[in-house]
């Protein structure tokens, strides 16, 4: 199967909000009724995949709802990459799998939210489409900051038609401003969750040198 198929899956879901809900459902039916009300992100993941007929690629050791464990399915098959901006850039791509970190690191411990990539902006950002974000399927803009790492599942189909990808969702992206026909508050919050990014990156990157100056001043 493709990952179109499993984009297909990720925007039918768009709005889903609340838990339970069809995708805890479904996972509880199989796994037990503690999921009925469990964090939903990567339970997502695993109903996306399964729907699209791309399970076994998606989750090679089968349904999972822990994020660290399914960072690990990707690590041990040689396809995770760490959440740089460069890699983000390079290998990043429609149906990919992408893990968070909220404290900003790039340990697959300390994962502490998943999505899927719809498009590669190609600034160390991408967009993309998450369960369980403020309890609800969105779409969301993603940087460096907040990205702990991500693999690109065995897709029988590695390249996606950006025309498919956005479907009716018309969003423009330039140079990592983004316009819509209609400024909705959702994309007012969506702006402001990017800049948000963008600071904690350039907070982290200032740590960093006053970190290397204080080294310095100590010799």
């Not at 959440?83 to 994962?111: E, H, L």
């Not at 969301?140 to 790492?149: E, F, K, S, T």
Request: charge should be neutral.
């Amino acid at each position: 199967m493709t990952a179109a198929r499993m984009l297909a899956e990720a925007r039918a879901a768009l709005g889903m909000a609340g838990r339970p809900n069809q995708i805890t459902r479904e996972y509880a039916a199989r796994h037990g009724s503690v999921y009925l009300f469990a964090p939903w992100c990567n339970m997502s993941i695993t109903h996306w995949a399964r729907r699209s007929g791309n399970a076994s690629a998606v989750l090679p050791a089968g349904d999972r709802a822990y994020t660290v464990w399914h960072a690990q399915d990707g690590e041990r098959l040689g396809r995770w990459h760490k959440g740089t901006a460069a890699n983000i850039k390079r290998y990043a791509k429609p149906g990919t799998v992408i893990f968070f970190d909220w404290d900003g690191r790039d340990d697959i411990q300390a994962i502490d939210h998943v999505g899927i990539v719809e498009r590669n902006l190609d600034d160390g950002r991408v967009q993309t489409i998450e369960g369980n974000t403020s309890n609800s399927c969105k779409r969301r803009v993603r940087g460096p900051a907040v990205i702990a790492g991500f693999w690109t599942p065995d897709y029988e189909e590695d390249e996606v038609d950006v025309n498919d990808v956005w479907h009716e969702a018309r969003i423009t992206m330039n140079k990592g401003e983004k316009t819509e026909s209609k400024r909705s508050p959702a994309a007012m919050l969506q702006e402001l969750e990017t800049e948000q990014d963008r600071i904690k990156a350039t907070l982290k990157e200032l740590g960093t040198k006053l970190d290397q100056v204080l080294a310095l001043l100590k010799k």
